[in-house]
């Protein structure tokens, strides 16, 4: 959901982009990105050969042929390809291997922008949040689930590809503890759909941050006589004021808490500190599905 709504946006900034644009190189290139995008590759690829070739030289962000070549080898083109291949020689039969190649290659990257989703999905799910009567934060954790989702991004780390899905699957990794030592020992847990004590404890405590960084957005909501927004912003600070304690009791040394501190000195800011609850007792709490 998340990255087909970034595709969205990127399609109608793109749009607006080529309503706009004045110059050649540049409309001819946002032409090609949204080609690429709508599926339609054979065109997409013979118009970046043909800004390859033909594009304006300029300086900096103007370098239509620059920007065109390294798009290209983030393509999978290798730098002999870029060299040899003629958009007014190339036979249609070369064109549509080439376009095969790049389609399949997108189809790639659409699938591990569906797992990073899928991962991102289980680990919130997999780590619920509540609190009890005194209101105090109550965190259940579904191993088989959160391990599901770091084997999901294990899949994508490890794709032989320079898509940035790659480096974002290689980053969540991090966030959860995830180093190149551990990895047999991940394995072998991931095997019994359990997770190594200490990565599972990295795990928990980044997505805890994550949702305090979703807490932190929803104070951001602006005031206006929309109840909705009054009440998002209510309940997110109940949730967030003790979430913040159970972190300085459980998760205090959790590399996490480093990676996440403008968000967790906001809340500080906020009057949460490890002594603090949440207003009146966590009594306006209203529990949502995790």
């Not at 030289?57 to 042929?65: F, Q, V």
Request: hydrophobic letters at 40%; proline letters at 5%; glycine letters at 8%.
């Amino acid at each position: 959901m998340r990255h087909a709504l970034l595709l969205s946006v990127l399609l109608a900034g793109l749009a607006a982009a080529l309503r706009a644009a004045d110059v050649p190189g540049e409309r001819d290139f946002i032409r090609a990105e949204i080609l690429l995008d709508e599926g339609d590759t054979r065109r997409a690829v013979l118009l970046y050969l043909q800004l390859l070739r033909k594009g304006k030289e300029g300086e900096g962000d103007d370098n239509w042929r620059n920007r065109t070549r390294e798009r290209m080898l983030n393509l999978g083109f290798s730098q002999p390809e870029l060299f040899a291949l003629d958009p007014d020689t190339i036979k249609p039969e070369e064109l549509d291997v080439l376009a095969a190649r790049v389609g399949k290659l997108q189809a790639q990257r659409m699938q591990m922008s569906a797992d990073l989703d899928y991962a991102e999905r289980l680990t919130r799910g997999a780590v619920s949040l509540q609190l009890d009567v005194g209101g105090n934060a109550k965190v259940s954790v579904n191993e088989p689930h959160l391990a599901r989702a770091v084997e999901t991004l294990l899949k994508v780390a490890f794709v032989d590809d320079r898509a940035d899905q790659v480096a974002e699957a290689q980053g969540r990794l991090e966030g959860f503890g995830v180093k190149a030592p551990q990895l047999e020992e991940l394995k072998k847990a991931l095997a019994d759909k359990k997770l190594p004590p200490e990565v599972l404890k990295e795990a928990v405590a980044e997505a805890l941050c994550q949702r305090l960084e979703g807490f932190k957005d929803l104070q951001e909501l602006p005031e206006n006589e929309d109840a909705g927004h009054a009440e998002h912003r209510a309940v997110s600070r109940e949730l967030a004021l003790p979430l913040l304690k159970l972190l300085d009791a459980q998760y205090a040394q959790a590399g996490a808490l480093k990676r996440h501190a403008e968000t967790v000195n906001f809340w500080r800011g906020q009057g949460a500190t490890p002594n603090n609850a949440a207003p009146n007792g966590g009594q306006n709490f209203k529990p949502t599905a995790p």
